[in-house]
């Protein structure tokens, strides 16, 4: 087992050689340096210790101007990395594999959640003793070409179950207790509970499949040339992170503002759920936005034997 290790000296790590030429993010009057992070969804407790680290200061004392912008469906947020549109973004780490096998020349700063959030969600009333019994009958709402749905059909053969398409809403799920689907275990199942279902959750992490969610990354280049913003950036948001925990009223109140779809307290159910996925086995928080090398290197392998990417990816970069 390799040491965890803190992302503060994978920053350090990084050359911290200067180009010629190099186009600096704009300074403000007061000193900070302009940057814009782009999320993959829309402002969601998910992305809590992100806007705690700005509107509580945390972005501001590494004089850092952070620009947040909001994601959605389709949001190319590596191309938008990789292109230079933006100076940071939030990905999934299987979106980081894939996107090092096309070429693109990314590192990674931090991991939001150590415990990915993607689950199945049966009927409790269904008796379902864990993912295996789900995928034998029935219909599951999903996305058949997601790689945790490879994975599941490599390690359990072709499904039993009928599977549709996932349309992003609970409905047929609380009128049919015969289908089961996707979720985070921070969305759906509460949604679902809401109204008036019993739905019973199965992660894919435990079935051995568990990819970082909401990774920040950063063009390689953008690194080397601005070592001091990057080590910022990740001393900050690890600040902000650990912020939100403590309390998240105060960002969520500031998201809420930005995403109406959801009410003050499913903000705070959610920030509530979330909490272990976060701060991992290691509820003190001290494990908040780190990686491991060995699970980069798990996952690599996993990707290339469901086909997703065809060749070994270099993953070093990481640290």
Not at 111 to 139: C, N, R, V, W
């Amino acid at each position: 087992m390799l040491k965890r290790r803190a992302l503060l000296g994978l920053v350090l790590a990084i050359a911290a050689s200067t180009a010629c030429g190099k186009s600096a993010p704009p300074t403000n009057a007061d000193g900070t340096r302009k940057v814009k992070l782009a999320l993959n969804w829309v402002p969601e407790p998910e992305f809590g210790g992100f806007y705690a680290a700005r509107d509580g200061g945390a972005y501001k004392a590494e004089k850092l101007d952070v620009e947040i912008q909001a994601g959605g469906p389709g949001v190319p947020v590596l191309q938008m990395v990789d292109s230079g549109k933006v100076d940071f973004g939030l990905v999934g780490a299987d979106e980081v594999i894939t996107g090092r096998a096309k070429g693109m020349d990314i590192v990674v700063l931090y991991a939001t959640y150590q415990t990915s959030p993607q689950g199945l969600m049966a009927h409790e009333e269904k008796g379902f003793q864990g993912i295996p019994d789900l995928l034998k009958s029935g219909t599951i709402g999903m996305e058949p070409g997601q790689p945790y749905a490879q994975f599941l059909k490599k390690k359990y053969g072709e499904f039993g179950a009928k599977v549709v398409p996932y349309n992003g809403d609970v409905a047929q799920f609380v009128a049919d207790k015969d289908f089961s689907q996707q979720c985070f275990v921070t969305s759906e199942p509460l949604a679902a509970r809401k109204k008036g279902a019993k739905p019973k959750v199965f992660l894919i992490a435990d079935e051995g499949f568990n990819p970082y969610v909401a990774v920040a990354i950063t063009r390689r280049k953008f690194a080397q040339d601005f070592p001091d913003i990057v080590k910022g950036f990740v001393a900050a948001t690890k600040k902000g992170w650990t912020d939100y925990l403590a309390d998240p009223a105060a960002a969520n109140a500031v998201m809420a503002k930005l995403n109406t779809s959801m009410d003050e307290a499913t903000f705070k159910e959610v920030a509530e759920a979330q909490r272990p996925l976060v701060t991992g086995p290691d509820a003190s928080g001290a494990a908040v936005g780190s990686m491991t090398k060995e699970r980069w290197v798990d996952l690599a392998g996993q990707l290339r034997a469901i086909g997703v990417v065809d060749k070994p990816v270099e993953i070093d970069f990481i640290f």
